[in-house]
Each structure stands twice: as C-alpha cells, then as structure tokens.
C-alpha cells in the first residue's frame, strides 16, 4: 500500500517537473524572440545614424573643397553661392603689429570676378585666390571634434555689417584661434567643429616658445538652414 503511494508520489514529481522544464523552455524562447526582435530594431537606427553622421561629415568637407575650388580657378559665380545674403568679411591680423589690422566687410553683390575681396568704399581685403598657399582639393580634410572644442564659440555676430563690430573684438578673435589650433596644432589643412554649427577650416599653426608665432589661413562657417555659409576669412601673418 504505501509502496503504491510512494511510486505515485513519485509520478506526480517527474510529471510537474517536465511540465515546468516545458514552460522554461517556453519562456526561455519567447525571451530570445523578445531579444532578436528588439536587436533588429536597433541595427536599422544605428546604421541610419551612421549614414547621417557621414552625410554630415561629407557636406562639411565639401564646404572646404568648394571654397578652395572657387579660389583655384577663380569662380566668382560658386563663390557667391558659399557665402550668405549678408556679405562675407576679409580680415588680416598683422601678428607683429607692422601694420594695422584689416577688416573689410564685402556685400555679396560686390564680389569681383578675380576674387579680390572689395568693397564699395575701395577697401580692398584678402584675395581668395591666394588663401592656403598650395592645391588641396583632392586631399582628404580631416574634422576634429571634441568636448573643448563643442563649447568654444567667437561670441561675434558675422552677420552685422558693421566692421567696427569686429574690430573691437580681433584680438578676442585671435585668441580663439589660437585656442582652437591649440588642440591639433598641425601646420595642415584641417576643420575644426565648434559651438552651436561653427566651424573653421584652417591651414595654420602656432610655432615653439619662446616666439610662438602663429600665422594660416581661416576660414569661418556656418550651418544655417541645412546649408554651410561663409562668414569671414582671415590670414594671420
């Protein structure tokens, strides 16, 4: 008698444990469902992002070309597509202080066919066509990008036409650039991404104690309703 109860008791056991085994397998199998589903989720967004971070990266560095192309050949007409309806400045920083430093605002109407950076006031600039010294459409122009570099910003408004506006604030300018190549200081052309859609591209660098010279080409631009901009270009010399 209590042989059969037992050799039941037992038959309960083995059947409530396969019956669990099932249900963990069950579940084990819904579970990876669960984690194969939500992985194909995730590839489709990180590949967008990708594609969009290149995208990104791609129209930057066309911004460059384009500008060094317009210099190269001179075209005027694809000039004046690279800057906006408020004019582009021409700054020259005289680092030993020679000569008094130059800015000129130029109204994008003004723009010569030679690229020469005038003004109707006869205020003649930078010739675009001898900006960074030597061909570099065909190389491949790196972005730099970091947490300093996100947080540093001109405080200038480019788009006033007033060259009195920026005068006031060359040498904060100038300090800025020099914080800026400070962080890849490579005598290459190189962009730099900065605060709220600034960047620069610039052919410059800072020279070794105890003289530190410091001398390039810059270009700023700007993001503006998807399309990169012109603002100011400048040569420390």
């Not at 249900?23 to 589903?37: G, L, Q």
């Not at 800057?83 to 400045?89: Q, R, V």
């Not at 930078?126 to 300093?148: K, M, R, W």
Request: aromatic share 10%; net charge negative; glycine share 2%.
């Amino acid at each position: 008698m209590y042989l059969r109860i037992l050799m039941v008791t037992m038959m309960l056991v083995i059947i409530i444990s396969a019956c669990d085994n099932k249900n963990e397998i069950r579940n084990t199998s819904k579970e990876s469902n669960i984690e194969i589903n939500n992985q194909s989720n995730y590839f489709p967004k990180n590949e967008n992002v990708n594609q969009n971070a290149h995208k990104k990266d791609h129209d930057i560095q066309e911004s460059a070309v384009n500008f060094l192309k317009a210099g190269s050949i001179p075209d005027s007409k694809l000039f004046k597509e690279l800057i906006g309806t408020e004019g582009i400045y021409s700054i020259t920083y005289y680092i030993d202080e020679r000569e008094p430093h130059r800015v000129i605002h130029v109204n994008k109407e003004e723009i010569r066919d030679d690229l020469v950076l005038a003004n109707a006031e006869n205020k003649a600039g930078l010739s675009v066509t001898s900006l960074f010294g030597e061909p570099l459409i065909d190389l491949e122009i790196p972005i730099n990008t970091s947490n300093l570099l996100s947080n540093i910003s001109f405080d200038v408004n480019w788009r006033v036409k007033d060259e009195a506006v920026i005068e006031d604030k060359l040498n904060w300018i100038a300090d800025i650039c020099k914080t800026i190549i400070l962080t890849n200081n490579e005598y290459a052309p190189q962009i730099f991404a900065l605060k709220d859609n600034f960047y620069v591209f610039t052919y410059s660098s800072i020279g070794q104690k105890p003289f530190d010279e410091f001398t390039g080409d810059w270009m700023i631009f700007e993001l503006m309703e998807n399309k990169y901009v012109i603002l100011a270009l400048m040569k420390f010399t």
